[in-house]
């Protein structure tokens, strides 16, 4: 699956099916400081993921 | 994952509450999380006038829409930094959020451009007077809703602050003992004396992630990109710390912060309070007659010497 990161902006494969809680862990994220969008909706920790999905991980941290 | 509250798919998970929503029922967690922060603390009512503090991040906007909603009259200021495509970027979102969601609820946007101002961007100012670009930036924002406030006649002034950034700031203090900093630290501040606007932050129950999932839930178009100018800051470092031990024990930050809160108003009423203390320091600016402890304010000094450094 294609998967879209910020700070800095860029896009990684990972292999699925795989739940959200587990790309997570794979790509060394805090589950506290991301969400996770698959296509236009937001998902839980324990939705599963395929290959085919669109998927972003967006940090919810701001600097302020 | 189910909604705890109607057994629908659920879109978010909230550790800290036990619990998982569907999006109905998570805006109307959110909704109801604001209402008991604007009761319990004493914020303000529907008949007041508030003013918003606007930087077109999540907290802010989601502020603005949830005020909105919950019908109270909300009016907003957004200051331009100058800080290139970043606020380029910015102000273009909260003039979309303005055009689309506010303005349909009767709702005015206000604008301040620093450079138009200063004659130079929050960056160039900040080496100008050997100040770093957070905490210039931070004084600016500060003066210009105070004074707008005023002007206008506002009742209270409201910030996007959530309890992130409130736990971050107390992390920051009691690491470096800043007690003087603590009582400072309250979500509902009064105008202790003449040209100081009340201040609040109703979104101190929600964490960042809650309002980042109610921004994307509600379509609210705001700007993901960090602040170039707050890379690597240490308000940044206590947030993600917090975190690591949020992911582990839920609960954490809410814990850490509103058990602070608990404390304080616990405490027994020192001799002075802190509206008598700033009573007894603060004065009227001699150039710009906002209050301040000197005799010409923080604002006005940088603002003198960014003119006499580029004169104009
Ligand atoms: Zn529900
Ligand atoms: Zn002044």
């Known amino acids: 699956m294609q998967v879209q990161l910020s700070h800095p902006a860029r896009t990684v494969e990972v292999k699925g099916p795989k739940k959200v809680k587990e790309l997570l862990r794979e790509l060394n994220l805090v589950v506290e400081a991301h969400l996770v969008i698959k296509g236009d909706d937001l998902v839980t920790e324990d939705e599963m993921l395929y290959d085919v999905d669109q998927i972003e991980i967006r940090p919810v941290i701001s600097g302020g | 994952m189910n909604c705890t509250k109607c057994k629908t798919k659920a879109v978010i998970s909230l550790p800290r509450h036990n619990a998982a929503f569907c999006k109905g029922c998570f805006n109307g967690f959110v909704h109801d999380q604001v209402a008991r922060a604007i009761k319990s603390e004493w914020m303000f009512g ?49 003039t979309k959020f303005a055009e689309v969601v506010a303005a349909s609820h009767g709702a005015t946007l206000h604008l301040h451009t620093v450079e138009q101002e200063a004659g130079a961007g ?36 409201a910030t996007g602050h959530n309890l992130d950034d409130e736990a971050a700031r107390l992390l920051g203090n009691v690491l470096h003992w800043q007690e003087e900093y603590l009582e400072k630290q309250g979500p509902s501040l009064p105008a202790s004396v003449e040209g100081f606007a009340k201040k609040v932050k109703p979104l101190y129950r929600l964490s960042e992630r809650e309002l980042a999932a109610y921004a994307v839930l509600n379509r609210i178009d705001y700007i993901v990109e960090e602040c170039p100018m707050a890379k690597g800051s240490k308000m940044l470092q206590y947030k993600e710390v917090l975190n690591r031990l949020e992911t582990e024990s839920p609960g954490t930050k809410q814990t ?37 402890t000197a005799e010409v304010c923080s604002y006005c000094k940088m603002m003198v010497r960014a003119k006499t450094v580029v004169p104009r």
């Open chain 2, 122 to 157: 929050i960056k160039e100012l900040a080496q100008l007077i050997h100040r770093p670009t957070c905490s210039t930036c931070g004084t600016i924002k500060r003066y210009q809703f105070n004074r707008v406030a005023i002007e206008q006649q506002y009742d209270v002034m």
């Open chain 2, 46 to 94: 529907k008949e007041e006038r508030i003013l918003v503090a606007v930087s077109g991040g999540k907290d802010s906007l989601a502020l603005w829409d949830i005020l909105l909603k919950l019908g109270y009259r909300a009016d907003a200021l957004y200051v331009n930094l100058g800080i290139g495509t970043y606020s380029e970027q910015s102000h273009a979102k909260v």
């Open chain 2, 256 to 292: 850490f912060y509103w058990g602070f809160l608990e404390k304080q108003s616990k405490k027994q009423p020192t001799a002075t309070t802190m509206t008598e203390k700033d009573r007894a320091v603060l004065h009227p600016c001699t150039s710009c007659s906002q209050p301040t």
